[in-house]
């Protein structure tokens, strides 16, 4: 054994996967992502689209929140594009 207390036999078994981690940490950071999305659009699109909370939304909000959500969804995708543009 070695001071941490490990055998040191050659055995792969204790070792952690570097891919395995990296695809966990992925995985993570876009639920992450997904989740501060969804809350974002929630927020800035309630906040602009329904002016008088209710039981169900009317149709003017409904179209306001399914436009501000697409604009956003686009807004999103064009700041993404340039920053992996500028990444590479």
Request: proline share 3%; glycine share 6%.
């Amino acid at each position: 054994m070695d001071s941490f207390g490990s055998s040191t036999n050659g055995s792969s078994a204790a070792q952690p996967n570097p891919e395995a981690i990296m695809d966990q940490v992925k995985n993570q950071l876009a639920q992450a992502y997904a989740e501060e999305f969804l809350e974002t659009v929630r927020g800035k699109c309630f906040e602009k689209c329904i002016t008088k909370p209710g039981s169900s939304l009317s149709g003017s909000e409904s179209s306001c929140i399914s436009r501000c959500v697409d604009r956003y969804i686009e807004a999103t995708g064009i700041i993404s594009k340039a920053l992996f543009s500028q990444q590479r």
